[in-house]
């Protein structure tokens, strides 16, 4: 099995209707970034991405909000829905 270093550099996620707080913004963040992370370190990159280079955009999956709105769970929904709705 080959080792391979993954460079993942989210610039902006825009998310209509919901109104985080600094510190949830900063909770959500780093969700999103370690299930990206466990995603790939599990299941590889998908298969249409390029090895190399620049993706304007990802399109995600739906996601469901609890009534909470808990940042660390909205979190890993974002990032399971960006990672299995890029032809997964």
């Known amino acids: 099995m080959n080792n ?3 460079n993942l ?3 902006r ?5 919901i109104t985080l707080s600094a ?3 900063a909770v959500l963040g780093t969700a999103v970034s370690d299930e990206l992370t466990r995603l790939i370190n599990e299941g590889g990159l998908p298969a249409n991405l390029p090895a190399s ?3 304007p955009s990802i399109p995600a999956g ?3 909000l609890d009534n909470d709105n ?6 890993q929904q ?3 829905a960006v990672f299995g709705g890029n032809g997964r």
Request: aromatic share 0%; net charge negative; no cysteine.
């Open 23 to 25: 510190r949830e913004r």
């Open 9 to 11: 550099h989210i610039e």
């Open 62 to 64: 739906a996601i469901q």
């Open 78 to 80: 974002i990032a399971q």
């Open 13 to 17: 996620l825009v998310l209509d209707g």
């Open 53 to 55: 280079g620049i993706v």
């Open 4 to 6: 391979m270093d993954v």
């Open 70 to 75: 808990n940042p660390a769970r909205l979190g």
